[in-house]
């Protein structure tokens, strides 16, 4: 079955660690994104990626990396610069040519102890 | 720029009953919209979409929405709603071609049986 897989589902780190959110498609998409769930605040986008070895950063990326290696991996960082990096976090993509419907993964939820 | 307003943050509603979730957006240019459906700590699923030609737009699981461009709204509803429809509802916007996805703060759907 084609789709997204994000790993873990849940996650713990403690302050001041950096960790690494895992984004995994099959979908052949050529665009991926990345973006940041908090209660009441709807989904609000950390990066995106349009191709291989591009990205641009989306309205709340301070604090984050991420790399795209591989047209089917976007991991997303979260450094210690994020203040308050506890959320859940959503990966998606999207293909031009299908009125950019995201599809998503089932998240990972981050907790900062 | 861009944006989504869902002006209901929480609808209760008795089973079988209708309903109609809100959401208005505001662009300076052509937009797509859709609707996406969440479902209690899982990733966002597609509902529906809209790009053009007839405003009322069917999709899944007997929901539909319409297109109102002078009102600048994308309204969902459905006539009878089941147990299984609670869930968060968001309401999205974008302009096409890999362009930024707006999302709007999501309404959560509470049935009633």
């Known amino acids: 079955d084609g789709g997204i897989t994000q790993s873990p589902k849940y996650l713990f780190r403690k302050e001041g660690q950096n960790v690494t959110l895992s984004c995994e498609q099959n979908?052949?998409?050529?665009?991926m994104y990345w973006y940041r769930q908090d209660p009441g605040q709807g989904l609000r986008l950390i990066y995106y990626?349009?191709?291989?070895?591009?990205?641009q950063k989306g309205d709340i990326a301070e604090g984050y990396s991420v790399s795209r290696e591989k047209k089917e991996s976007f991991p997303l960082t979260v450094t210690s610069a994020q203040k308050n990096p506890t959320a859940f976090y959503l990966c998606?993509?999207?293909?031009?040519?299908?009125?950019?419907?995201?599809?998503f993964g089932p998240g990972t939820r981050l907790t900062v102890l | 720029a861009q944006s989504v307003t869902q002006l209901d943050s929480q609808v209760p509603v008795f089973e079988e009953a209708p309903v109609e979730l809100r959401c208005n957006y505001s662009?300076?240019?052509?937009?797509?919209l859709f609707w996406y459906v969440q479902y209690p700590n899982q990733g966002l699923q597609l509902l529906l979409k809209?790009?053009?030609?007839?405003?009322l737009v069917k999709g899944i699981n007997g929901f539909e929405a319409e297109f109102n461009k002078s009102q600048t709204s994308f309204h969902l509803r459905k006539p009878s709603v089941h147990i299984s429809d609670t869930a968060e509802y968001f309401c999205?916007?974008?302009?096409?071609?890999?362009?930024?996805?707006?999302f709007g703060t999501g309404t959560k759907l509470q049935v009633i049986p």
């Open positions: 998606a993509s999207s293909q031009r040519g299908d009125l950019d419907t995201q599809y």
């Open positions: 979908l052949n998409h050529d665009a």
């Open positions: 990626s349009q191709i291989v070895n591009d990205f």
């Open positions: 662009s300076s240019v052509s937009v797509y």
């Open positions: 809209y790009l053009s030609g007839s405003t």
């Open positions: 999205a916007v974008t302009r096409g071609g890999y362009q930024k996805v707006t």
